[in-house]
């Protein structure tokens, strides 16, 4: 092949960290004799990209120097821009020079590492330097502080990629993309990323990217691990299959999947995107209002501001040689069967418009078809599948308070209501969790963190197939109630049970609070211990004045306000 016509990876080269074949099977003997350390699905992804070049010019997790200026000015020792830290948490520290296997939670051989640094971290400074935030309403934030705080680091000889039996044909490496490209023999390439499902909006603003550029267009939708509550990548395949099968040029159209671990960091997020998509050849990248951004904090306000990402990528776009595509917010024109920016509407002009909550709530809640000026009938069709009515939908009622509060008590008379309804219930209460999901389990932070991480796992696993759940745990820290959240995702309903302390202490019949008060107990929450009340919950019960029967009818009028529950 002559020279390339792309712009070259991102530092020059892309970097390979796969090990040669004929040379695996010696190293793999080798390997089954070292200590191992199993790494999590976040750092599975990593390692991935890092291998394949994705990451390119890094060719390892970050060693300290690298980590501590792209915190402070997002750039490389090197001076190299890159504005995400690319680490290996663990909890245990080993000794320079020390080689050890990292392998799948399946135990599957991925890598032999050399630790050259093992140097300790300080997450709540990583996390306000990168998202600008240490609220643990974002999601990354929360994950963070089930993190080991020492970074490994050191060169790494990957054996093997993760195997994937879904849409093999569509998962291709940086250099396999390239190739492609170059035969597409367009010099300019615009990428588009996506966590979400394509509509018509996107289709027309993407085809008009590429037309401005005279070049071809790369559809990279991310396939690790995206925002709590996402449509599942699975669907929205299916989704960018068929829409760019039917609806885009195939000589000058590339769909590729990208198995990123998202961090939702917004800005710095959107500027290390454009540097991956670089990295498979690409020129323009699109970026959107809000790009990569994880939605609200606990106050209610957004984390970024709109356009705050593609201020980011234009201020570096000369040299991450990268040029950034604003998102144009673009209205269907109804009488003229066509779309405009939104700030070129002609005067007169009839304008359609659906909100995001509109397509849940009105359409896909109801079972109708969505419009086709908004969406293409196969992605309808599709949508519809995975979005059954919202009165059949599952979802979690999450109580929280103090001990002796009444959560047991609302909860019991709830399932009751709801049984009348012709809805089933999981009940998770805290006591009974303890004794068979939990048993064994103390009563220090990390337990109780443990604990609450094993109810949110089957709450969501429950909430997902449909079914209702109610949980009734003490939950003191928001961090453990904010990552069960996201594991049950939009139809979480956290309800605290605000009830004085004096009151509870009243309420104990089993005398713990007199225990803990006589220091014959420790680690008792609300007195030597801390309770964390919720900043929004969905809904804030009181119990002095009011019945745990009226309590329990709110939740109810609640569950019916938002659909989940028909009218009786």
Same mark, same amino acid.
């Given at each position: 092949m002559s020279e390339s016509i792309l712009i070259p990876p991102y530092g020059g080269h892309l970097v390979d960290l796969l090990v040669p074949e004929d040379e695996r099977a010696t190293l793999i003997e080798r390997a089954n004799h070292l200590p191992s350390l199993q790494i999590s699905t976040r750092s599975l992804c990593d390692l991935e990209l890092l291998a394949t070049g994705a990451f390119s010019p890094l060719?390892?997790?970050?060693?300290?120097?690298?980590?501590?200026?792209?915190?402070?000015?997002?750039?490389? *020792?090197?001076?190299?821009?890159?504005?995400?830290?690319?680490?290996?948490?663990?909890?245990?520290?080993?000794?320079?020079?020390?080689?050890? !296997?990292?392998?799948?939670? =399946?135990?599957?051989?991925?890598?032999?590492?050399?630790?050259?640094? *093992?140097?300790?971290?300080?997450?709540?400074?990583?996390?306000?330097?990168?998202?600008?935030?240490?609220?643990?309403?974002? @999601? !990354?934030?929360?994950?963070?502080?089930?993190?080991? !705080?020492?970074?490994?680091?050191? @060169?790494?000889?990957?054996?093997?990629?993760?195997?994937?039996?879904?849409?093999?044909?569509?998962?291709?490496?940086?250099?396999?993309?390239?190739?492609?490209?170059e035969k597409m023999g367009n010099a300019q390439v615009v990428a588009f990323q996506t966590r979400n499902p394509l509509h018509r909006v996107h289709e027309e603003l993407t085809k008009r990217a590429a037309a401005e550029v005279g070049g071809s267009f790369l559809l990279h939708p991310v396939v690790g691990l995206t925002k709590p509550g996402d449509v599942d990548y699975y669907s929205r395949v299916r989704i960018y299959s068929t829409l760019a099968r039917k609806y885009y040029d195939p000589e000058s !159209?590339?769909?590729?999947?990208? @198995?990123?671990?998202?961090?939702?960091?917004?800005?710095?997020?959107?500027?290390?995107? *454009?540097?991956? =998509?670089?990295?498979?050849?690409?020129?323009?990248?699109?970026?959107?209002?809000?790009?990569?951004?994880?939605?609200?904090?606990?106050?209610?306000?957004?984390?970024?501001?709109?356009?705050?990402?593609?201020?980011?990528?234009?201020?570096?776009?000369?040299?991450?040689?990268?040029?950034?595509?604003?998102?144009?917010?673009?209205?269907?024109?109804?009488?003229?069967?066509?779309?405009?920016?939104?700030?070129?509407? @002609?005067?007169? *002009?009839?304008?359609?418009?659906?909100?995001?909550?509109?397509?849940?709530?009105?359409?896909?809640?109801?079972?109708?078809?969505?419009?086709?000026?908004?969406?293409?009938?196969e992605t309808s069709d599709i949508l519809s599948e995975i979005y059954p009515p919202r009165h059949r939908q599952g979802f979690t009622v999450w109580f929280t308070g103090l001990s002796g509060a009444g959560k047991t008590t609302i909860s019991e008379i709830l399932t009751v209501l709801l049984l009348e309804r012709g809805r089933q219930a999981t009940v998770l209460d805290g006591d009974v969790v303890r004794t068979h999901l939990s048993r064994?389990?103390?009563?220090?932070?990390?337990?109780?963190?443990?604990?609450?991480?094993?109810?949110?796992?089957?709450?969501?696993?429950?909430?997902?197939?449909?079914?209702?759940?109610i949980c009734a745990a003490i939950s003191p820290f928001r961090a453990?109630?904010?990552?069960?959240?996201? =594991?049950?995702?939009?139809?979480?309903?956290?309800?605290?049970?605000?009830?004085?302390?004096?009151?509870?202490?009243?309420?104990?019949?089993?005398?713990?609070?007199?225990?803990?008060? =006589?220091?014959?107990?420790?680690?008792?929450?609300g007195i030597d211990d801390p309770y964390e009340a919720p900043v929004q919950p969905e809904l804030h019960l009181h119990t002095v004045s009011v019945t745990p029967?009226?309590?329990a009818y709110r939740i109810i009028s609640y569950l019916e306000e938002q659909g989940l529950l028909l009218p009786n």
């Open positions: 060719d390892r997790f970050m060693g300290q120097a690298d980590y501590e200026r792209v915190l402070s000015e997002m750039r490389l *020792a090197d001076g190299t821009v890159f504005p995400m830290p690319i680490t290996l948490p663990s909890d245990k520290k080993y000794e320079p020079g020390t080689e050890i !296997t990292l392998r799948d939670s =399946r135990n599957n051989l991925l890598a032999i590492m050399r630790i050259d640094e *093992a140097y300790s971290v300080d997450l709540q400074k990583e996390a306000q330097a990168v998202f600008g935030t240490t609220d643990p309403k974002h @999601p !990354t934030v929360s994950e963070m502080s089930r993190w080991g !705080t020492i970074n490994l680091s050191g @060169p790494l000889q990957v054996l093997s990629l993760p195997h994937y039996y879904d849409f093999a044909d569509l998962r291709r490496t940086p250099a396999q993309v390239r190739a492609i490209l !159209t590339l769909l590729s999947l990208l @198995p990123l671990a998202m961090r939702m960091g917004g800005p710095r997020e959107a500027l290390w995107h *454009a540097i991956i =998509r670089r990295n498979h050849g690409v020129t323009h990248f699109i970026v959107g209002r809000d790009h990569a951004g994880p939605g609200k904090d606990s106050t209610g306000k957004p984390f970024y501001g709109p356009y705050d990402a593609q201020e980011l990528v234009s201020r570096y776009s000369s040299e991450i040689g990268v040029t950034m595509v604003p998102f144009k917010e673009l209205v269907y024109l109804s009488d003229r069967d066509e779309y405009a920016e939104e700030d070129h509407i @002609p005067e007169g *002009a009839q304008v359609a418009r659906i909100s995001g909550t509109q397509v849940r709530e009105q359409y896909l809640a109801k079972g109708k078809q969505l419009p086709g000026w908004f969406t293409r009938p064994g389990l103390g009563f220090s932070r990390e337990d109780r963190d443990t604990n609450i991480e094993r109810i949110g796992f089957v709450a969501g696993e429950i909430t997902r197939h449909g079914g209702a759940v453990a109630r904010n990552e069960a959240r996201n =594991r049950v995702g939009e139809n979480f309903i956290e309800v605290f049970v605000d009830t004085p302390l004096e009151v509870c202490e009243q309420r104990d019949i089993k005398g713990m609070y007199a225990k803990a008060r =006589r220091g014959e107990i420790t680690g008792f929450t029967e009226e309590n």
